[in-house]
Structures are given as C-alpha cells and as structure tokens.
C-alpha cells in the first residue's frame, strides 16, 4: 500500500543528509495549484558499477509505461495529450499572449496528472482558453504530426476533442466514489468499457472461489469489457492490452536481470518478467511473495500493476514504478521497529480476535529514490508497504520503505513557506513543531507503513474487497491511526526513535490541524473531499474532535478573525485514537460495509463551507502550491567501446523538457487501447 501523507508545517531539513544540490534548486516551478521540486540522490556516487548498471537499467523500465497510466486514466488522455505536445512543439505564432500561456499551464497540468483529470481530487479541470483559439492553434499549427484516427482531418480533430476537453458534462470524474451516480458508469478511468456496476460484480463473483481470501488479485491485470451482449477481459501483457509498452519493460528488465545484486534477485525480475509476458494472476502473487523476501539487496525496485485507488470498485491495479537504494544509516530506525513489530501487534488496542497471533516477514527500511515513473510520478508518496494482497500479508508479511531524499526535498522547500505562522497560534507548539516536526514524520511514516497496513487480520471467510469503495480510506485511516496511537507511547522513546514523549505531542498537533483546517487548501470551494487520504485524514481528525467535546480534548478557537486548533488533553487524544483504531479495524476484520459507509459518510466527506473559505483565503495570501511533484534526475550512461563503464547524474533538465523527452522516447502505445 502506497500512503501520501500530508506534510503541512515546516521542518528542519535532514542534517545526515549530505545536500548534492544548492538548496535554492530544489523549487523549479509552480503553476495552477502545483509545485515542482527536484530531488538529489545522495550516496550513488559510492554505489560499485554493477549497483549503478542495475539503476539504470531499471529507471529506463520505469519510464517505458508512462503511456499505460495516460490510458487507464482515460481512453482519450494519449489523444489529447499528443495534440497538445504536437501545438507546444511546433506553433510559430505569438507565443507571450495571455491564452498561450494558458495553453502552456493546461498542458503541464496534464502532463502532472497523466491526463485531463486532476491528480487528487481526480475532477476534470479545464482550459483557460476558449475553445476557438484551440481551434486557432490546431489551424496554425502546420508542421509535426497531429493524433488523427481514420483520415480524419485537423478540423475533424479538433471537433472531436474540444467537447471532450471543454464539456462538463463528459468525464466529470476520473473516480467516482458516490454510488447512487453508478461507480463504473460515474468514472471516467478506463478500466470498464460498456459495463456497469452490477455486471462487474456479478463477473467476478463467479470467478472467486468459495475459500479464497483474495478476490483482490480477480481481475487486477486486465480490462473488462462488453462487446456485442458477451463480458470479457483484455489482460494487460506482452501479448495483450499495451503489449508494445510492455515489450520495452520486459527489455529493460532483462538487462537488468543480468546485472542483478545476487541470485535472488535475478530470480524476482524473470518472475516479474514472465508476468509480463502471460498476465497471469498465479504468477503474479508469486512474484510478489519473492519480492518481498528480498531483505538483502540493496538496490530495489517497483513495477507492475498495483494500487487500486484509480478504480472505483477496487480491482485494478495502476501501473507504476520506483527504483531506490536503501539508506543504511536511517534504515537502523525501521530497522528497530521491524524488530519489535510482535510486540506493536500485542499491545494494539484493538480486539484479541483481530490481532495476528505471528507476525510474519515484517521488513522494513528507509531508501533513497532514484527513479519515479507512472502512478508515483511527478506526483510520488514518502512512503511504500507492499504487497496489498491480504493473504499474502497474513502468510508471508510485507514489505516498508521510507523514501529519505523525497522527504528531504519536501523539508528543504518547507523551510520558509510561512504555514506555519499563519496556522498555528501559539508559539510553545511554533518551537516545538520546529524542533521536532521533521523527527515525528520520519516516525509517522515508518509505522504507517511498516507496522500500520501490516497489523490486523480479517476474520475467516471475510473477502478482501468486502469494503468496496470504502476499502482505501477505511486501510488508510487504520495505518494512520496506529502511527498515531505508538506515536506518543513510551516504547518509541525506550527504542530511540524519539527524544522524549514531548516529541509525540508535534505530531497530534500537526494532525489535528491538518486533518480540521490546512488539507482543505487542496479542495476547490463547496467541494466535499473525495480523495481517499484525504477522507481519512478529516475521519480521524473530526471523529476526535466531536467525541472529545465532552472533555474539551481538542479546541477550534478563533482569534482576530482566524480559526486555529488546539489540542488541551495529548492522554485523551491518544485513547482517543486507539478508540477509533479499535473500531476500524473491527470493520475491516468483519468486512461491515455498512459500518465503513456510516462512519465515512459522516465525517469523512463533507466540509464546513465557512471554515474552508477562510483557510483558502489564508492560503492564498502565501502564493504557495498545495501540490508537489518531481523532476526526475537523468542517469546518463557512460559508454567506452560499447560497454557502460559508469553512469552520471545530471539534475539540470526542466519540467517541460523532460516531459517532452519522455514522450518522444517513451511514447510505445497508439492513440487508443
């Protein structure tokens, strides 16, 4: 399970980390309600040839499936996408007027979200410039090569895309998550074609077997569809759906292979290739068992079809990649906590009949990211807890990572944004939140993700996707709330990974604010929250709230006109929190989809207007994005008589170049899949 966990007050920048960039470097641009930042990779000088081939060999796969998330976004993304790429290459007219420039934010708007679909909130934003001077710009632009289907023309073209880039009424969401709208018909990703909700359900009901405690696996690499009254799947392979991007994934990972770090490493990558090539779900978790015994390497990878948040009900896995090294002096942290992860199981405060009786195969470590691509690019986590299939959790374990120089990058811009002085009233939480916010996120991270997802079991005979299109904010709130709950227990303190229990009290700070107040500058004005962090965040923040009234646990003040938090009671708070902990994960473990609707529908979802205006109002007075994502490095190879005999990084490629880039060398799939 991949986690986003919102940073949202300023921190001390990692002082182990040696900086490889100037620290004015990390911010290159902002535009819309985005930031791009750079980040550094600090160590892979040191790393032998063999170490720096296998990066590059893997970052190269990373990069051939950025055309596969373009298409499981939305059918038309690729076609929209090259017609804008096309204008931005080869327009000769004015290029300073207000509407180019309009033209130039909209496509890197779609660059950032692999499609016309926001990122997050994953609503359809729209061109600030009219569709006549589209229309102008397609006239005038007579060189390249437009994405014209069956002798159509420019004109033709042009007709055709603008109500799909322009109309509100056609692709409204990427992912919708309102069932009364229909969960499959309501969303634009293109996971279903011609099927709905029903139908979908009823097709893999049929294929899941009566003892099988992992329907997830059903139907993750592969598209459904309905042709001519007949449902089918399109399996994602060598030789299926996106095969000629695959093919380039398959070439890279076999060089790869050759180079790997030992023998079990070399077998992992021909298991993820011979995935590739059959789309088989057998062999899929048998890829994913392997990897997630590989403790030892020290170069590590992600690719394939993974997380499942992009589709409404759950099944289909995005495809993405990362390619990281681990970070062994900051991974003696998770490290620690791997170690004792029985011991954080035994003492959780949730019912004995949910807890693993053995935990298994619990590993994790902190690494430093080289390489983002697909669904974790340019927008990426901080932190990874893989495989998501239960079964193999509960029998094998998981894997955790923390991605340092991600982090690093995140504190480094954070330094002078001013957030935390226009949010936090008091100055004792200011000092303390400087002093400690950087240490208590590390930490917030590690057991999110090492210990959080992989705590907890589900009850003989409940399926994984009981939770349906509650299941992801229901698993993200349950790791959330077990950070937050060891987060200010005395065990953190005896095992080193904070100073003292003040440190703690940072972190509930932060989070309350967050989840209450500053996470409402990603919504647009009289939204309600849709993304799944997002509802979990609010979930915790405004369940503690409303049942610590009594108590006066947290407060909501306001003062000189502006609202700010205030937690009065951190014992409180905490029993708070294992309260909620306990109740989740009884959801989860019993698969009560009634009980997931009733406690998102109430307090993740809606949001009070007159607070968000204000906070919004605030946050505009900061010119700050609410949004980040990365420019990746560029590992160059250095080639003497035809072999690589090292490889450089260069950090000096801009947003837009390296967009262009990747989709010249990139680009394998045709316009539609």
Known sequence: MISIFAISCSKKSNESQSDTLDPFQYKAEQFA???????????????????????????????????????????????????????????????????????????????????????????????????EYFKKLIAETSEGSFPLENNETTEMLAERIIPIMYNSSIAEKRVNLDPTKGLISGSASNFYENINDDEAEKFYDALKKPNDISPVEIGHL?????????????????????????????????????????????????????????????????????????????????????????????????????VNFRDEEASKRTKALS?????????????????????????????????????????????????????????????????????????????????????????????????????????????????????????????????????????????????????????????????????????????????????????ELGKDIEEAHMRNRQLIAKWAFEKGRKDNVIELFSENGNTYTRVNDYTKLRDLFGQLLAKIQRIKSEGDYDAAKILIETYGIKVDQKIHAEILERYKKLNLAPYSGFINPILVPVIKEGKIIDVNLRYDESYANQMMRYSKEYSYLPNYN
């Open 339 to 523: 170690q004792n992860a029985q011991w954080f199981e035994d003492n959780s405060p949730v019912d004995v009949r949910f807890k693993k009786k053995e935990v298994k195969g619990i590993s994790a470590k902190v690494v430093t990211m080289v390489q983002l691509g697909g669904d974790c690019y340019p927008s990426t986590p901080i932190g990874i807890n893989l495989p998501n299939n239960e079964w193999i959790r509960k029998s094998h374990g998981s894997k955790s990572v923390t991605i340092s120089n991600i982090m690093h990058a995140y504190n480094m811009v954070s330094l002078s944004d001013g957030t935390l002085d226009e949010f936090v009233f008091s100055t004792e939480e200011k000092e303390r939140a400087k002093k400690y916010a950087s240490a208590v996120t590390d930490l917030h991270v590690d057991l999110h993700e090492c210990l959080g997802h992989g705590s907890g079991q589900l009850l003989p005979g409940v399926k994984q996707d009981a939770l349906k299109n509650y299941h992801s904010t229901l698993e993200e709130a349950r790791a959330d709330l077990f950070a937050l709950y060891y987060g200010m227990d005395a065990k953190i303190v005896e095992l080193g990974l904070l100073p003292n229990m003040e440190a703690g009290k940072t972190e509930y700070d932060s989070y309350i604010r967050g989840g209450l107040l500053t996470q409402l500058t990603r919504i």
């Open 33 to 131: 309600d985005i930031k791009i930042l750079r980040y550094s990779i600090p160590g892979f000088e040191v790393l032998n040839l063999q170490q720096k081939k296998l990066l590059y060999y893997l970052s190269e796969a990373a990069l051939c499936g950025r055309d596969i998330l373009f298409d499981q976004h939305y059918k038309h993304n690729l076609t929209i996408r090259r017609n804008l790429e096309n204008i931005f290459q080869n327009y000769k007219g004015d290029r300073e007027t207000t509407e180019f420039k309009s033209f130039e934010v909209y496509l890197k708007r779609v660059w950032f979200s692999s499609g016309i679909h926001h990122h997050y909130s994953t609503d359809k934003f729209f061109p600030e410039f009219s569709a």
């Open 222 to 322: 592969s598209k459904l569809i309905k042709e001519n009254g007949t449902i089918s799947e399109k399996s994602w392979n060598e030789n299926g759906m996106y095969g000629r991007a695959i093919e380039k994934i398959i070439y890279w990972l076999t060089l790869a292979k050759d180079v790997a770090e030992n023998e079990h490493q070399k077998i992992i990558i021909k298991k993820l290739i011979q995935v590739y090539k059959s789309g088989d779900l057998v062999q899929w978790d048998d890829y994913n068992i392997s990897w997630l015994q590989d403790t030892t390497s020290q170069v590590d990878f992600v690719n394939g079809f993974i997380e499942v948040y992009s589709d409404p009900i759950g099944l289909k896995g995005s495809w993405e990649s990362v």
